[in-house]
């Protein structure tokens, strides 16, 4: 079974501070995401990254940066948490294909943070 | 612009009843759609996929390209349905996917 796994359950920070989240996977795959999920709004991309080093922006990235240095991992940082970052955080992965399966991603269990 | 659209926040049936999810999408070329589903204190997790025409937990979904939809429907609701469902549409390369903001399904006994 794929195995994707936050570091963190649940966070809590403050208002200024660097905030890291980090997810890892163990299926060797190119493709990693990081969402926020929020009610009514659905998952919305933040970034994601088909290589190491090499990241793109998704939807919404202002705010926020990430760092995939080896593989398996992939980081999203907050530079300065702000009360509106305060959401679920969601990481997942896929391979690159083509081929079978390759755009079926695969989910962490979530980060909650909040940011007071 | 590449669109998910899901009508409905809230959808609440009695056990045995029948569900449909509904879910249109906006996507300029040959649409490549998915159903995830997330229960309580669960990750999300692939329900099913349109290319596969398979038939997951009773749960079927047709894409209907004249209607640009893809709704998710099982004859007999369960309670163990409950969960909150999301579309998601594939865009362009790197195999990103643009989520609905999808509906949560109370299946009441």
């Known amino acids: 079974d794929v195995k994707v796994t936050q570091s963190s359950r649940y966070l809590v920070k403050r208002t200024g501070e660097k905030v890291f989240l980090e997810c890892v996977q163990d299926?060797?795959?190119?493709?990693m995401f990081w969402y926020r999920q929020d009610p009514g709004l659905g998952l919305r991309l933040i970034y994601f990254?088909?290589?190491?080093?090499?990241?793109e922006k998704g939807d919404i990235p202002e705010g926020y940066s990430v760092s995939r240095e080896k593989k398996e991992r992939f980081s999203l940082i907050l530079e300065s948490a702000s009360t509106n970052q305060t959401s679920m955080y969601l990481c997942?992965?896929?391979?690159?294909?083509?081929?079978?399966?390759?755009?079926?991603?695969?989910f962490g269990a979530g980060t909650r943070l909040s940011v007071l | 612009a590449q669109r998910v659209t899901q009508p409905e926040k809230l959808l609440s049936v009695f056990k045995g009843a029948p569900v449909e999810l509904k879910c249109n999408y906006s996507?300029?070329?040959?649409?490549?759609l998915f159903w995830y589903v997330q229960y309580s204190r669960q990750r999300l997790q692939l329900l099913l996929r349109?290319?596969s025409r398979e038939s997951i937990k009773g749960f079927t979904a047709d894409l209907n390209k004249g209607e640009t939809s893809f709704h998710l429907k099982k004859p007999f609701a369960q309670e163990e349905d409950s969960a909150m469902y999301y579309c998601?549409?594939?865009?362009?390369?790197?195999?990103?996917?643009?989520f609905g903001a999808g509906t949560r399904l109370a299946v009441h006994p």
């Open positions: 997942a992965s896929s391979f690159l294909g083509p081929g079978e399966g390759s755009n079926i991603q695969y």
């Open positions: 299926m060797d795959h190119e493709n």
């Open positions: 990254s088909y290589d190491v080093k090499m990241k």
């Open positions: 996507y300029s070329g040959s649409p490549e």
């Open positions: 349109h290319i």
């Open positions: 998601a549409l594939v865009d362009g390369g790197y195999n990103k996917l643009i």
